[in-house]
């Protein structure tokens, strides 16, 4: 399979980071697009802030990027915010690319496609499963945003595109907290060093309904796929593991992997916002006593995103018939996805 020079924006994220990883391995020349430069094996490094133009320019120039995989966004306080600051930074990002060069841009974004954006949450009519079909939510969304400035580039230039929305990412990411299996092992962590029962700190109706989610190379798979693929350019595809899950369940044999007593689920959510309050000096004690490689846990777990999807008061199911009606027949069952993780966080001393 004939592989390319990719750029990869955000590639110190959990989606960037594996997809890069994956890349090197595959035979690609890869670019690491970051505002602290990539240290992976393979990746050459780019430091630039998108949203200064300027920079970004200078970052760029002269690099000879065939495809292009948008990996990143940034958050800010209100949905027009998000819309401003995220658009100016892939305008930023195209206009710096040579245009001749490029062949392909990819963009991963999610099911707030589907869902609507923070400020509207699961606010309209929500159908399940999620088919990329989908009408678009109502109001603002930066996902949108990006989509649209992505496929009017491809028109002015005549690049392919593709956009990918997984459901919650899970993956191996040092130094990115906004991973819900890495909050997730540091919160076990937690409760079996202090005795505490490991309770879901999500809604009801999330314990009981049937969901899904995404392995990070999947993801990764997926998107050279879509890149290589000239059937499939030009499309946008959900992106998940290929089965489903209650959490019930789940959650349950997440505590049985850390020999936990597991609470059943509160009638109101628990959020881990509220559960871990103080309790810093604590992993800074876990820390000390088992020598992990890093002893401020705000830079390992981010418990606000984590309680974003499990409080969610609506199911969340994605249809993946469309790629494989296209040809990606890949899966991954997402019980191993989390256990390899946990697997690996331990091997390197993230946890005890």
Request: aromatic residues 10%; proline residues 4%.
């Amino acid at each position: 399979m004939q592989t390319g020079v990719a750029l990869v924006v955000g590639a110190t994220g959990i989606t960037g980071g594996n997809l890069a990883t994956y890349l090197v391995a595959s035979g690609w020349t890869v670019y690491g697009l970051s505002r602290t430069p990539s240290q992976q094996a393979g990746v050459i490094p780019v430091s630039a802030n998108l949203l200064d133009a300027d920079a970004t320019a200078r970052a760029l120039k002269g690099l000879p990027v065939s495809h292009v995989f948008y990996c990143t966004w940034t958050r800010r306080d209100t949905e027009q915010e998000n819309v401003e600051a995220n658009g100016a930074m892939m305008n930023n990002l195209f206009s710096a690319l040579d245009p001749e060069r490029l062949v392909h841009a990819a963009l991963v974004t999610g099911t707030k496609q589907y869902l609507g954006s923070f400020e509207s949450y699961g606010s309209g009519r929500v159908e399940t499963p999620f088919r990329e079909s989908a009408p678009r939510v109502s109001g603002e969304n930066f996902y949108y945003t990006l989509e649209d400035i992505m496929i009017e580039a491809a028109g002015r230039y005549g690049f392919a595109w593709n956009v990918h929305r997984p459901h919650t990412v899970i993956g191996h990411a040092r130094g990115n907290a906004m991973n819900m299996g890495t909050t997730l092992a540091v919160y076990a962590s937690i409760c079996k060093a202090t005795g505490k029962p490991f309770v879901f700190p999500g809604s009801q109706l999330q314990w009981n309904a049937l969901t899904d989610m995404t392995d990070a190379l999947l993801l990764a798979r997926q998107m050279e796929w879509a890149a290589l693929t000239p059937g499939a350019h030009n499309q946008a595809f959900n992106t998940v593991n290929g089965d489903t899950f209650r959490w019930r369940r789940m959650w349950q044999e997440l505590g049985e992997f850390f020999g936990l007593e597991v609470a059943d689920c509160p009638e109101t959510p628990q959020p881990l916002e509220e559960q871990m309050a103080g309790l810093e000096p604590e992993w800074e004690r876990i820390a000390e006593q088992h020598g992990l490689a890093e002893s401020d846990v705000t830079k390992l777990a981010s418990w606000w995103h984590t309680d974003a999807d499990l409080g969610r008061e609506q199911e969340c199911v994605n249809d993946i018939v469309k790629c494989r009606d296209f040809g990606f027949d890949a899966f991954r069952e997402t019980r191993a996805a989390f256990f390899d993780l946990f697997t690996r966080l331990r091997a390197e001393k993230v946890i005890p």
